[in-house]
């Protein structure tokens, strides 16, 4: 059973920086495109990044572009990732999750919340 636990939200200023951790088991972790979804309050989920195996090809949503890094580590299967310049409109509960080994795909259909997701608030 695919099994993500995400970490690492908090509360930050605007222009502050968090890196999110995702922990995935249950799944052959290295034939699998991980990405990192958001939903905020009464809005619907949007796909933030992917990153792609075997070559690490990474993709991000447009806001998210040379604001965000996702990254991974094969030999723990987790995946990062770090946010900065981050704004209020950021803020959400930022999940992971996969859709098959293609992030095109995982993107363009985000999969539900499996967990708790970690909480991001962009405030002052």
């Known amino acids: 059973q695919w099994h993500f636990v995400e970490s690492g939200g908090d509360l930050v200023q605007p222009g502050g920086s968090l890196t999110l951790s995702c922990a995935a088991s249950?799944?052959?972790?290295?034939?699998?495109?991980i990405g990192w979804f958001r939903q905020a309050p009464g809005k619907g989920r949007e796909a933030v990044s992917c990153?792609?195996?075997?070559?690490?090809?990474?993709y991000y949503m447009d806001s998210a572009k040379g604001r965000f890094t996702i990254s991974r580590d094969p030999a723990k299967k987790m995946v990062f990732l770090q946010m900065s310049s981050l704004k209020p409109e950021d803020s959400a509960i930022y999940y992971c999750?996969?859709?098959?080994?293609?992030?095109?795909?995982?993107?363009?259909?985000?999969?539900?919340?499996g967990g708790q997701g970690t909480p991001v608030t962009v405030s002052s």
């Open positions: 249950g799944f052959p972790f290295d034939s699998h495109a």
């Open positions: 999750g996969s859709r098959g080994p293609d992030c095109v795909f995982t993107m363009t259909n985000p999969p539900p919340r």
């Open positions: 990153i792609e195996p075997p070559n690490g090809r990474t």
